[in-house]
C-alpha cells in the first residue's frame, strides 16, 4: 500500500505548476544526428519522462510549453544517446549550442544563468579532473614520503583549495541563484579528525560530527532542489552509508530528520516514504529492517500528517504494521496452539528445548519444496542440542498439507489453522518460507533467515546458556 500511495505522488508533475508564460528552449548541437529528443526530469529518486521534441539533420531542436517547467534539473536524451543537462528556473526561454563530440566542455548557454553557471563549473571541473588523474597516479606509483609523493600531494592539495574558492567566488557573485542553491546543497561538510588521548583518529566522533553536518547545506524551504538529483542522493548516503544497518540505529537517526521536515511538506513526503520503502519487509536485507518500516507508518503515516493519502489507505498500512509490530526482533515471540497431523492441539510455550525455530511455509511454495530438505536434516542434527522446531503450514488445508510433510520426512512438530486464526498477527510472514528464532525466554532473536544461517544463529544462542 505503501509503495502504491508513494508512486501516486509521481505521475503528476508534469502538470505541476501552471503558468501562463511559454517554455522556448532551442538547441544547435553540431553532430547530432536526426531523430528524437526526449526531456527527462527528476523528483525525489525517480527520473519520469516530461516532453519531447525533433531534432533535424542539422542538430536542431525547438522545445516548446504552455506551461512552465516545474524548476529543478533536467536532461536531454538525444539522438546517437548524448546527454544535455540543464538546471531550469522561472526564466524557461533560452538557447543552447555546443558539439555533440564534447558536449560538456563546448556547450554555451544564452538566456539561462543556472545552466549558464552549470557548464562553467563542467569545464572547470574537467581541467581539474585531468590533473587529478596524472597526480593520483603519481602518488600510486610512488610511496608516501618521497618527493614524488610528496609533490603530487601539495599538488593536490592545492587544485582542492583553487576548487573551494571557485566555488565560493561564483556563490559571493550569484548569492541568490538556483545554481548556488543547487551547489551549497551537493556539497558535504569537510570531516573533522578528532583525536582520542593516545593521538589515534577518534573515528565514531568524527563520523557522529559529520552526520550532524550532513544536512547544514540545504535549504528545506527551496522545493526546486526535490527536483533535482541532490536530495534522493544525500538521503540515500546519509541513511545507507552514514547510519549503521540496525534497526535501533536506523531509527534513531531517521525519526528526527523525518521531523525536522515535517513544516516542508514536500521534504516531508520524500524522506517518510522513501526510508519507509527502503526498510520494507521483502525489499531491505536489514535483519529485521521491517521495524524502521512499522515505526515510520506508526509515526508519520498519520491522517494529519500523510496529506498525499486518504484515509483508507492509512487505515489500511496502520493495519497491516500492527500485524507485523508482535513479531519485530527484540520482542517475546506470541504463542501459537494449534492442531498438529494427529488432531493434538500444540502450543510453542509448551515447547521445552530452550532455542525454537518457528518455520513458517505452505505446500506449494517452491521455495519451501526447495528448503524442507535441509530444513529438516538441520533439526535432526540439533535436536538433541537443545534445539526443536515449530512447523506452521500456512494458507493450506490438511489434505494439502499432510503429503508435504510425509514426502520430507518432518518429524518435527508441525500444525495448521485454516481459519488463520490461530497465527493471526502473531508471526508476520508475507513471502515463504520464514524463519524466526526464540531464544529460552521466547523472545525474537533472529528473523528473515535462510536455513543456511540456522546454525550460526544457533552456536550464538547455546553459547549464552554454558
Not at 515535517?262 to 521491517?290: C, L, Q, S
Not at 498438529?340 to 513458517?360: L, R, T
Not at 502473531?426 to 513471502?431: G, N, P, T
Request: charged share 30%; with cysteine; glycine share 6%.
Amino acid at each position: 500500500m505503501l509503495k502504491y500511495t508513494y508512486l501516486l505522488l509521481f505521475m503528476v508533475c508534469g502538470t505541476l505548476h501552471a503558468q501562463t508564460d511559454a517554455t522556448l528552449i532551442e538547441g544547435f548541437i553540431e553532430g547530432l544526428p536526426a531523430g528524437k529528443a526526449k526531456l527527462v526530469g527528476v523528483q525525489g529518486d525517480r527520473n519520469y519522462i516530461i516532453d519531447s521534441t525533433i531534432v533535424d539533420a542539422q542538430g536542431h531542436f525547438i522545445l516548446k510549453r504552455t506551461q512552465l517547467l516545474p524548476e529543478g534539473y533536467y536532461y536531454f536524451i538525444l539522438p546517437a544517446q548524448k546527454t544535455l543537462a540543464m538546471l531550469v528556473d522561472k526564466d524557461q526561454t533560452f538557447v543552447l549550442r555546443g558539439k555533440a563530440a564534447d558536449m560538456a566542455n563546448t556547450l554555451e548557454v544564452s538566456g539561462c544563468i543556472d545552466s549558464e553557471l552549470l557548464y562553467a563549473n563542467f569545464k572547470y571541473q574537467s581541467v581539474l579532473d585531468a590533473e587529478f588523474k596524472t597526480l593520483s597516479e603519481t602518488m600510486q606509483k610512488y610511496p608516501a614520503g618521497t618527493p614524488e609523493f610528496e609533490r603530487a600531494k601539495a599538488r593536490q592539495d592545492e587544485l582542492v583549495a583553487a576548487r573551494k574558492k571557485q566555488l565560493e567566488e561564483s556563490y559571493a557573485k550569484y548569492p541568490n541563484s538556483f545554481y548556488t542553491k543547487f551547489k551549497i546543497a551537493g556539497q558535504n561538510p569537510e570531516p573533522i579528525d578528532f583525536r582520542k588521548p593516545n593521538g589515534d583518529i577518534d573515528t565514531l566522533r568524527r563520523l557522529l560530527d559529520y552526520r550532524n553536518r550532513f544536512w547544514d547545506g540545504v535549504d528545506f524551504t527551496d522545493e526546486r532542489l526535490l527536483r533535482t538529483p541532490v536530495i534522493a542522493n544525500k538521503l540515500k548516503r546519509y541513511i545507507t552509508e552514514l547510519t549503521p544497518q540496525n534497526p535501533d540505529s536506523l531509527i534513531k537517526v531517521a525519526d528526527p530528520l523525518i521531523r525536522r521536515v515535517i513544516p516542508h511538506r514536500e521534504y516531508f513526503k520524500f524522506f517518510a516514504n522513501w526510508i519507509g520503502i527502503y526498510y520494507e519487509n521483502g525489499r531491505t536485507t536489514v535483519m529485521d529492517g521491517e521495524a524502521v518500516y512499522v515505526h515510520i507508518i506508526k509515526n508519520f503515516m498519520k491522517p494529519e500528517l500523510a496529506y498525499w493519502s486518504n484515509p483508507e489507505e492509512i487505515a489500511a498500512l496502520q493495519k497491516h504494521v500492527s500485524e507485523m509490530e508482535a513479531s519485530l526482533m527484540g520482542r517475546k515471540g506470541p504463542d501459537v496452539r494449534a492442531m498438529d497431523m494427529n488432531g493434538q492441539y500444540k502450543s510453542i510455550y509448551e515447547m521445552k528445548a530452550p532455542i525454537v525455530v518457528v518455520f513458517m511455509y505452505s505446500p506449494d511454495c517452491e521455495h519451501c519444496q526447495k528448503d524442507a530438505p535441509d530444513i529438516q536434516r538441520i533439526y535432526e542434527k540439533w535436536k538433541d542440542k537443545g534445539v526443536d522446531f515449530y512447523g506452521i503450514g500456512v494458507n493450506c488445508t490438511e489434505e494439502e498439507l499432510r503429503p508435504f510433510i510425509k514426502k520430507n520426512g518432518f518429524t518435527f512438530t508441525n500444525v495448521y489453522d485454516p481459519t488463520n486464526r490461530a497465527i493471526y498477527a502473531k508471526y508476520y510472514v508475507d513471502i515463504t518460507p520464514e524463519l524466526y528464532v526464540l531464544n529460552k525466554d521466547r523472545i525474537i532473536v533472529a528473523k528473515n533467515l535462510k536455513h543456511g544461517q540456522l546454525e550460526e544463529i544457533f552456536e550464538k544462542e547455546l553459547k549464552k546458556l554454558r
